[in-house]
Every structure is written in C-alpha cells, then in structure tokens.
C-alpha cells in the first residue's frame, strides 16, 4: 500500500502544537495544611498562576517565620469578563448592606489592562425605600508610602500611561505591548510578505485568513483598537480596521486563541498581546531551530500599558493580600516575568515556565538587563500620544460590533466585490463610498450626528448614561438606547455591504 507522505505531514506540527498545554501543566505539588490561603480572581494563564503560586509562597516563608501560603485561583474568563461579574457581585452585596471586612469573596483582582482596573476602582450604590444611600468602591487603596512607591517605580510614567493609580487604588506588576503573531509557512503559501504595521492586515489575499478578538469579550484587544484609533486618527483608524475586520476569519471571544490558531495554520496573521505571540513562537519551531510562528510589535501604533493588580474591598485576608502586591513588586516576583528558568534553589527567576512578560518596574532593566529572555526595555518604546480623546473607548466594541462581528459574513463579500473589480472600474469608488460611511445617531433632544468624525462621542455618551438613569426613565427614555443604537449602525452597515455587492454584479 502507498503511503501519502504530503497528507500526513501535517501530523507532527500538529502533535507539537497540541501536546503545548500538557508541556506546561505544573506538577503536582504537595499541599500544606498550615499555609495560609489568599484567593485572585484573575485572567492569567496557568503558567503564570503556577510560577506566582510558587514564588509567592518561597518568598513568604523566607520573610514571615515560614509560613506557606496557597493560593485559590479564579479564572472565569477575560478581564471584561471578570469586571462585570465583579460589579454584579458587589451590586448584590450592597443591596444586603454595608461593605464589610472579609464579607466578600475575593482578596486580589491580578492581571488585566489599566482600564479596567481603573472602572473596578469605581463605586456602586444602593437607596434603601426609608431614602438611605449606601456606596462602596470594588478596590481600596494601599497606602505605601512615597518613599516605597518612589524605590518600586521612580517616575511614574511610560509613555502615556502611568504605571501605577495615583490614588493608589492599582499597581503595575508587568507592562504590555500589543503585536501581529503570524505564521510564516501559511504567509509564503499565500505569497505574502511577514506583516510589518497593522495596516499589513488589510491585504486583500489574506481574505479569511486574519484571527481578531472580539473586543467586547477581550479588554486587553479593546486597548490595542483603541490605540490605534487614538495614533492613526478616528477616519482613518476605522478606516484600518474596517478593512482588516473584512478579511478576518472570525473574532475570537480571547485574544489567547489567536496564537494557537495561527500556529496550527488555521489562520495567516492575528492581533495579540506580546507575550502571548512570543510564548507560542518559542515554542512552536522547526526541527532544525528556525522559526515557523513569528511576532512582531508595529512601530509607533501600539502601547505600552500597565498589567496592575488591585487590592479588593472586603476580601477575606487583606493582610495577606498586600504582601502579595509587595511581592509582585520585589525584585524576585519581577524577576518572575522575564528571568530564564532558574537553574539552582537560589536563583530568581521561574521554576517550571518562561513567562516572556515585560516586568514593570525601571530597575530591572538596568540592573539585570543582561539576563532578561526578550531584550527589550519598554521605556524606551513606549511614546506619549499628544492628544487623547478619553470618550472612543466606549465606542470600540459596539461599533466594531455593529460595522464587522454581527456583519462579518455581508462585510466581507462587499470586501471581495471591491477587490475582484478589474482596474479602473468606475464602480470601485462608488462601492468604497459605501463601505467606508460611517452612520448617524439620533440624540436625546432629536438632533442627527454623525459618527464620520469625533466631535459628537461626548455627547452620544451622554445620553446613553442619561437613558438609563433614573432621571431619564422619569422623562420617558428609552433605557437601552445604547444597544438600539448599535442595532441601528448594525442594520446600515448591512444595507451597505448588500449595496456593494449589488453594484459589483452589475453591468455597468
């Protein structure tokens, strides 16, 4: 019988690939019934659950009389995810009453963007019917002290962002950048060049082959929009993103399955945070050492962005829970994000798995720059952006949700439509017209805006809040306004790739 060889050569990269989680499994650990117990709500991966778990509990034996700590991880999801059930769960908490010490479930929220930990520092409210009003922010502050906060980070800026809250409430632990993972034997199939700039995503040959994350699921994908809206301008940021959106194979509900996906061949090219295309480069190569995965950071459109941990109100050992936070800011728990794998019980630097994460703080890069994995120092990266318009956040998810994930299908037909146009269609500006228009909003007071430039966000935001307050439910507005909004941008964006295709199958 003949063996076809091209079928099944498929099979050991697909082995590598799949046998990856099970590489990074942490051993069994013996449990020890004396140790303290601090409970994160987080949405790191296992490897690093495992190394902090690790690390943490040496550095607390080594410092408190040795005592062991375990740590109870909760992962239910991303850190949008985790920031709505937090605020469900503080809501029903405040409903019941005051906020008390170790009244509620978690000790510590770790990972995630700065923006989220910046709404987590928010509070919710409750009247009671005799008109007593209750409140309580979801994180507290720590108090360390000038002096503290001045050794940990020095300056505390990098590029446009501050490394940690100024009121204290969040502290960076790690900071990120946001990148193309892409997988050079699917590129070179298609015959197109490694991605360079974002901009590389709006390549017509790579129809179906882009993966993006869904930036309604993924906070840390809505920061890296965000971004590039901010640095390309709100026209042509959506511009970009419109015409990457088309060629994509689906949005992700997590931006850690596009590393995987892209490594597997099941997509061309995909949008990520740094560490996440860099782990799975390392890991997914050739035989011969050569790289099959590659990852790059564009230049001048990305971010560097905190990666904070917040002490959360009422946790159930907040004593603990700030000894955590010293330890992610010591040099051992930096040493964790970037160090080799330690090759002695005295050495910093991870046990079982190379995190490739960029630590936070600016002594680590000029004392141990040397024995870092990835040698990059992200202060000199990181750029500050000279005008930032604080209200296109709100409108990343919905509109990219209206314009691309509830049309992917009609947006990406209308795309081919474009494309497959013979050079100097008189129909191809028409269709462009068509696919780049940005649809209006009816405000509150009756008047039409449109959403082609920025100017009317502030006051789209306005109403949506307005709508769903108590004050606008006793005016008569419509509560969900918001949503009706993007239902309506959602069935434009649908009249318009319809219309492009129609055009394209005409004669004229």
């Not at 919710?124 to 001045?150: C, H, K, Y």
């Not at 060629?247 to 099941?266: C, H, Q």
Request: charged share 25%; glycine share 8%; with cysteine.
């Amino acid at each position: 019988m003949r063996i076809d060889w091209l079928k099944w050569s498929f099979l050991p990269a697909m082995l590598i690939v799949l046998g990856v989680p099970f590489a990074f499994r942490p051993k069994a650990a013996e449990i020890d019934p004396n140790a303290l117990k601090l409970v994160i709500i987080t949405p790191h991966n296992e490897q690093i659950r495992t190394e902090f778990s690790l690390g943490f509990d040496r550095w607390h034996r080594a410092h408190y009389n040795g005592q062991g700590v375990v740590i109870d991880w909760r992962t239910p999801g991303g850190t949008s995810e985790i920031r709505r059930q937090l605020f469900a769960e503080y809501e029903a908490a405040i409903k019941r009453g005051p906020i008390q010490p170790r009244s509620m479930s978690y000790d510590l929220l770790f990972g995630g963007g700065s923006y989220e930990h910046t709404q987590v520092k928010k509070s919710v409210s409750w009247t009671d019917p005799d008109g007593t009003t209750r409140s309580a922010t979801l994180s507290i502050p720590v108090e360390f002290s000038p002096e503290q906060l001045d050794a940990w980070y020095g300056v505390n800026e990098i590029g446009r962002n501050v490394l940690y809250d100024p009121d204290l409430y969040w502290f960076g632990t790690a900071v990120s950048g946001f990148g193309l993972v892409y997988n050079i034997d699917v590129l070179n199939r298609l015959g197109v060049r490694r991605p360079e700039t974002w901009f590389d995503l709006t390549d017509s040959r790579l129809v179906g082959w882009v993966a993006l994350a869904d930036p309604g699921q993924s906070g840390s994908i809505a920061t890296a929009l965000e971004v590039i809206l901010q640095r390309l301008g709100w026209e042509q940021g959506w511009n970009l993103l419109r015409e990457a959106s088309a060629n994509t194979r689906y949005f992700a509900d997590s931006s850690s399955k596009i590393p995987i996906d892209v490594s597997l061949g099941e997509a061309a090219v995909g949008m990520c945070i740094d560490f996440y295309g860099r782990t799975q480069a390392q890991f997914i190569r050739n035989a011969d050492g050569s790289e099959r995965v590659g990852y790059v950071d564009p230049p001048r459109l990305s971010d560097i962005d905190p990666d904070p941990i917040s002490l959360l109100n009422g946790g159930p050992n907040q004593e603990l829970a700030i000894r955590f936070i010293e330890y992610c800011l010591s040099d051992e728990g930096q040493a964790l994000w970037d160090f080799p794998l330690a090759t002695s019980e005295g050495d910093m630097g991870p046990r079982e798995f190379e995190l490739r994460r960029l630590p936070a703080r600016r002594i680590m890069y000029e004392k141990y720059f040397d024995r870092l994995v990835d040698k990059v120092n992200p202060f000199d990266l990181a750029e500050p952006i000279d005008s930032w318009n604080p209200n296109m956040r709100s409108f990343v998810a919905p509109l990219l949700g209206a314009m691309a994930i509830d049309n992917l299908d009609e947006l990406r037909a209308a795309w081919v439509a474009i494309n497959t146009l013979p050079p100097g269609d008189p129909r191809r500006e028409e269709m462009l017209d068509l696919l780049l228009a940005m649809p209006t909003v009816t405000l509150l007071d009756g008047s039409v805006v449109s959403l082609e430039t920025p100017e009317h966000l502030a006051a789209i935001k306005a109403d949506w809040k307005l709508a769903r307050s108590a004050e606008g439910l006793a005016r008569g507005y419509d509560a969900l306004k918001a949503e009706h909004d993007r239902i309506a941008w959602a069935e434009f964006y649908r009249s318009n790739y319809r219309a492009i295709v129609d055009l394209g199958q005409s004669s004229r």
